[in-house]
């Protein structure tokens, strides 16, 4: 994905985490602008870190100048532990952040599917403990889980994006989510879940808004 690619295994609640870091070309940012941790699909359903979607939001913050971190849940890959229905994940995605993203540093959240229904609770539990930049929520889980809103705080930095024609997690479910916290929400046409065909215009949404 990126020339400066690095493999790691982090400390996580319940053991390793596999982790994968990618960073900017030194060329072009002598100094990553912040760090960005990305959550992948649903652990039970073939979700992992290598997820097309997951490396193409992570393609969009290198390219805009930030360190990019994906990582297996528990139980996927090299990552130890079992399955946890989202609570287990939330505390993978919580050990990843301190492990990889300095308090006195940017710090970015982003996650496709399962992973932007974890991400979405993580910000909540983030939020009054430090700054988030950016959050990116594309394809999120809302019909499957329950989803913490997100705080009006954060709505600002926050890109949901969703396809029009997704049948995994149904368009309506995510209005239905989103419209009493007035969050706007970013359809694109013809989009379904894993936005097949359309992989450039996501990553063009996601370096828009992390460059603004």
Not at 57 to 72: D, E, K, T
Not at 99 to 117: E, H, N, T, V, Y
Request: one cysteine or more.
């Amino acid at each position: 994905m990126n020339a400066q690619t690095q493999s790691l295994t982090l400390s996580g609640p319940v053991g390793a985490i596999e982790a994968v870091l990618d960073t900017p070309s030194p060329d072009l940012f002598q100094t990553p602008l912040g760090t960005v941790v990305v959550a992948h699909p649903h652990p039970q359903f073939g979700g992992t870190m290598t997820n097309k979607v997951v490396q193409t939001i992570a393609r969009a913050f290198v390219q805009s100048g930030w360190r990019a971190v994906r990582f297996n849940f528990r139980g996927v890959g090299a990552s130890a532990g079992t399955y946890d229905e989202g609570r287990g994940e939330l505390d993978d995605l919580l050990s990843v952040v301190g492990a990889q993203a300095p308090s006195d540093q940017p710090l970015a959240l982003a996650g496709f599917s399962f992973g932007a229904f974890v991400t979405a609770c993580a910000l909540e539990r983030l939020r009054l403990v430090r700054p988030i930049a950016s959050a990116v929520l594309v394809g999120t889980a809302v019909s499957r889980f329950n989803a913490d809103p997100v705080h009006t705080d954060l709505h600002p930095q926050t890109l949901v994006i969703h396809g029009e024609q997704d049948d995994t997690v149904p368009l309506a479910a995510v209005l239905d989510w989103a419209r009493p916290q007035s969050l706007p929400v970013t359809v694109v046409p013809g989009g379904e879940h894993f936005f097949h065909g359309q992989l450039p215009l996501l990553k063009t949404l996601v370096a828009r808004h992390v460059r603004a």
